[in-house]
């Protein structure tokens, strides 16, 4: 937990957010400013400020949120048409919160370029 996290608030209920999934290693909400009919965050419950500070202890926590991304994707009615996950780190990737989060995107074709 971090104070001025707001990904840490949004996992400690401390501010409201549509959660879709929880369990011991991570948390998915949707994201506030949808950039696809499906956008998803999902954060992992510990404050990993973003992959510059992931360490080799948190690789279950990465496993964990692919699994739950499959989950969510499937649930989301995605698994046919397709989507994409993203992670953004650091000032030239926009990252703009300090928590490790990875975007769902999906619902609509996307762009061919990733950047
Ligand atoms: P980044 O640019 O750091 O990769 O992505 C941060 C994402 O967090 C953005 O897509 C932004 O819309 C989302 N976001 C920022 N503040 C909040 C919030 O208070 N609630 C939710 N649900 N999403 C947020
Ligand atoms: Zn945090």
């Known amino acids: 937990m971090s104070d001025q996290c707001i990904f840490c608030k949004i996992i ?5 957010s549509d959660i879709l999934h ?6 998915a909400f949707r994201d506030i400013n949808a950039q ?13 400020p973003n992959l510059n ?7 279950a926590i990465l496993g ?3 699994l739950a991304a499959k ?3 499937n649930e989301s009615g995605l698994a046919e ?3 994409r996950l993203v992670i953004n780190c650091g000032p030239d990737a926009c990252q703009s919160v300090l928590h490790l989060h990875v975007h769902l995107l999906g619902g609509r074709q996307m762009s061919g370029r990733m950047a």
């Open 36 to 48: 696809a009919p499906v956008h998803l965050l999902i954060v992992p419950r510990i404050h990993i």
């Open 71 to 73: 989950s969510l994707a």
């Open 12 to 16: 400690n209920r401390q501010i409201p």
């Open 53 to 59: 500070e992931l360490l080799p202890e948190h690789s």
């Open 64 to 66: 964990h949120i692919h």
């Open 81 to 83: 048409t397709g989507w």
């Open 22 to 27: 929880e369990d011991e290693l991570v948390v």
